[in-house]
């Protein structure tokens, strides 16, 4: 019994500096440190929305790329068009919606789709006066990123060429057919030649265009547009309201009147610190492009 008793005191002293400094941690444990997991678990409940805005003309694949990037079929009920009705066809802008879920984490995708765009002016050319206007039109406004569609039809000096001239930094291929190749079942094209493979890097930019689109900047790509772009807008719209609303008042009252005050310094350096954001994600992709290039040669 006494060789018991010693024993247990032993243990007591070995484990009081140990709960002791257990108690210490504790006190000194504010809880903040639980917000990144606090934050996760309200993001994944509430879920999230991207939305993405396909460009070009009839016939570029758009549909099918869009359908590869999130394995989904968001055209199911689509009437495809004849040649004159594709003539008599005028530009639209369609918008599809669809819920899709992985891993517990819930997306609500809208895409919008303008059909017709492009359909009535020359194609000959891979980037026309209409897609350059189109590109200055938008750029303040969204996030772009040109592609080169259609890869396969291309040699690789084509596409190397249209990269250096355009500065596009994506050359795609869309399939949603699952073809036999090496001995595994794989998205691709079957041509009598042999078989272009979707999600194979030396055929095409398709996986290095779902890493940056979906997989690493999707959320940076939305933070851009609402902090940058948004922001942007709003400033300028609310400058032109002021600017409107002290005119009338002007020609309204012969008391003169105060011009509104300007946004404050506080909203100018957000702006401003968002604008450089952006210029260091055009960087990356630019840098992203060079090294595409050099894997190439």
Request: hydrophobic residues 35%; neutral net charge; charged residues 30%.
């Given at each position: 019994?006494?060789?018991?008793?010693?024993?247990?005191?032993?243990?007591?002293r070995l484990l009081c500096p140990?709960?002791?400094?257990?108690?210490?941690?504790?006190?000194?444990?504010?809880?903040?440190?639980?917000?990144?997991?606090?934050?996760?678990?309200?993001?994944?409940?509430?879920?999230?929305?991207?939305?993405?805005?396909?460009?070009?003309?009839?016939?570029?694949?758009?549909?099918?790329?869009?359908?590869?990037?999130?394995?989904?079929?968001?055209?199911?009920?689509?009437?495809?068009?004849?040649?004159?009705?594709?003539?008599?066809?005028?530009?639209?802008?369609?918008?599809?919606?669809?819920?899709?879920?992985?891993?517990?984490?819930?997306?609500?995708?809208?895409?919008?789709?303008?059909?017709?765009?492009?359909?009535?002016?020359?194609?000959?050319?891979?980037?026309?006066?209409?897609?350059?206007?189109?590109?200055?039109?938008?750029?303040?406004?969204?996030?772009?990123?040109?592609?080169?569609?259609?890869?396969?039809?291309?040699?690789?000096?084509?596409?190397?060429?249209?990269?250096?001239?355009?500065?596009?930094?994506?050359?795609?291929?869309?399939?949603?057919?699952?073809?036999?190749?090496?001995?595994?079942?794989?998205?691709?094209?079957?041509?009598?030649?042999?078989?272009?493979?979707?999600?194979?890097?030396?055929?095409?930019?398709?996986?290095?265009?779902?890493?940056?689109?979906?997989?690493?900047?999707?959320?940076?790509?939305?933070?851009?547009?609402?902090?940058v772009h948004y922001e942007n807008?709003?400033?300028?719209?609310?400058?032109e309201m002021t600017s409107k609303?002290?005119?009338?008042?002007?020609?309204?009252?012969?008391?003169?009147?105060?011009?509104?005050?300007?946004?404050?310094?506080?909203?100018?350096?957000?702006?401003?610190?968002?604008?450089?954001?952006?210029?260091?994600?055009?960087?990356?992709?630019?840098?992203?492009?060079?090294?595409?290039?050099?894997?190439?040669?």
């Open positions: 019994m006494d060789a018991i008793m010693l024993q247990e005191k032993l243990v007591e140990r709960v002791r400094t257990a108690r210490q941690k504790e006190k000194q444990y504010v809880g903040f440190a639980t917000l990144p997991n606090q934050v996760h678990r309200k993001s994944v409940k509430k879920g999230f929305d991207f939305t993405l805005m396909v460009a070009g003309e009839s016939g570029m694949g758009k549909s099918t790329l869009v359908n590869s990037l999130f394995l989904t079929d968001l055209y199911k009920d689509r009437k495809l068009l004849n040649a004159e009705e594709r003539i008599n066809q005028t530009v639209e802008i369609i918008k599809h919606t669809v819920d899709i879920e992985e891993k517990g984490v819930k997306l609500k995708l809208t895409i919008v789709d303008t059909p017709g765009f492009g359909d009535a002016v020359n194609n000959n050319e891979w980037l026309r006066p209409v897609d350059v206007e189109f590109m200055k039109a938008l750029h303040e406004k969204v996030n772009i990123i040109p592609l080169i569609a259609k890869a396969d039809c291309l040699t690789p000096n084509e596409i190397k060429k249209l990269k250096d001239r355009e500065c596009t930094p994506f050359a795609v291929i869309g399939s949603n057919t699952v073809v036999e190749a090496r001995g595994q079942r794989v998205r691709g094209r079957l041509y009598p030649w042999g078989i272009v493979e979707v999600e194979n890097q030396s055929h095409c930019d398709f996986v290095k265009l779902r890493n940056m689109l979906i997989r690493s900047h999707m959320h940076d790509l939305k933070d851009v547009t609402c902090d807008y709003r400033a300028q719209c609310i400058q609303l002290a005119q009338d008042n002007r020609m309204e009252s012969p008391i003169p009147i105060l011009p509104l005050s300007t946004p404050d310094v506080e909203t100018e350096k957000l702006i401003k610190m968002k604008d450089e954001e952006l210029k260091r994600m055009q960087e990356m992709l630019n840098k992203m492009q060079q090294q595409m290039h050099e894997k190439d040669q």
